[in-house]
């Protein structure tokens, strides 16, 4: 009986979407992670009142809202890009970092896995913002105004995606 040697399957490089799918399979590996996430960033930006609902265990629908400080209309274009953090500057800074999350990770993880939605308001504004995400990216038409209270509302909503 002659065997015939398998040839060795070919290298390649994975496409960015394939390798953020899986990073984001690595943060967010139940609906309890992404809420563990969610509720950090909210105690973070100085959350006094924090309202959670979740459907169906949190496999559908997750959502967080809380009184702290919002998030500045001109940061939203990035906030679910990976590495994107208002906690840390330098790789220094690490030494006094003195909060729950700061490696910029989680929503744009949570993006790679579901549909965010998040309305938010700073002290500061006039009226919120709503903004939608996918893969990392904010979707079309980007920030819109919205009626809001001083705070973030972020919603998460698993499909088929």
């Known amino acids: 009986m002659t ?74 274009p990035i906030l679910c890009q990976r590495h994107t953090t208002s906690k840390l500057r330098a790789y220094e800074d690490l030494d006094t970092i003195a909060t729950l999350g700061f490696r910029g990770e989680a929503l744009a993880s949570i993006s790679y896995v579901a549909h965010v939605t998040i309305t938010t308001m700073t002290a500061s504004m006039q009226h919120g913002y709503r903004v939608k995400y996918s893969d990392g990216e904010m979707l079309p038409p980007g920030p819109k105004p919205a009626a809001a209270v001083p705070g973030t509302s972020i919603i998460v909503e698993v499909s088929e995606h």
């Open 3 to 76: 065997t015939v040697a398998q040839l060795p399957a070919a290298i390649v490089r994975l496409e960015d979407h394939v390798v953020h799918r899986i990073a984001a399979g690595e943060v967010v590996q139940r609906p309890a992670s992404a809420l563990k996430e969610m509720l950090e960033n909210s105690l973070d930006a100085g959350a006094k009142h924090i309202t959670v609902v979740i459907k169906e265990g949190g496999l559908k629908y997750l959502q967080i809202q809380d009184d702290g400080c919002g998030i500045r209309v001109e940061d939203l």
